[in-house]
Nanobody, 126 residues
Framework: LLVETGGGLVQPGESLTLSCLTSGFHFSSYDMGWYRQAPGKECELIASVSTAGDTTINVDSVKGRFTISRDNARNTVYLQMNSLKPEDTAVYYC?????????????????????WGQGTQVTVSS
């Protein structure tokens, strides 16, 4: 089970931290990722963190603003989002085994080990 929290409505320039609390599997054995899907757009992988803690930001527009991290003791992965922009508005999802960078829809399993949360809405608007 993966449960995302922390979304909401914020103004441009503000920050949010998304959390994804997991259960039911050995969290530390899985690479983890955050995806997002805006209306009318494909699902894109924003960032991933490996079992070793190595992080990758996959979307150029969020580099320097978003940070992914994990806490294996808490079975949780985080996405710190700073300097939010209206174009960051989307539903944000966490997943295990994030192998695809772009796919038509989020929350669609792509590998045997790919599991998804239900998503959390982030809206950036003045």
């Amino acid at each position: 089970l993966l449960v995302e929290t922390g979304g909401g409505l914020v103004q441009p320039g503000e920050s949010l931290t998304l959390s994804c609390l997991t259960s039911g599997f050995h969290f530390s054995s899985y690479d983890m990722g955050w995806y997002r899907q805006a209306p009318g757009k494909e699902c894109e992988l924003i960032a991933s963190v490996s079992t070793a803690g190595d992080t990758t930001i996959n979307v150029d527009s969020v580099k320097g603003r978003f940070t992914i991290s994990r806490d294996n003791a808490r079975n949780t992965v985080y996405l710190q989002m700073n300097s939010l922009k209206p174009e960051d508005t989307a539903v944000y999802y966490c997943s295990t085994d994030p192998v695809t960078t772009v796919q038509p829809a989020c929350a669609v399993k792509t590998t045997a080990y790919n599991y998804w949360g239900q998503g959390t809405q982030v809206t950036v608007s003045s």
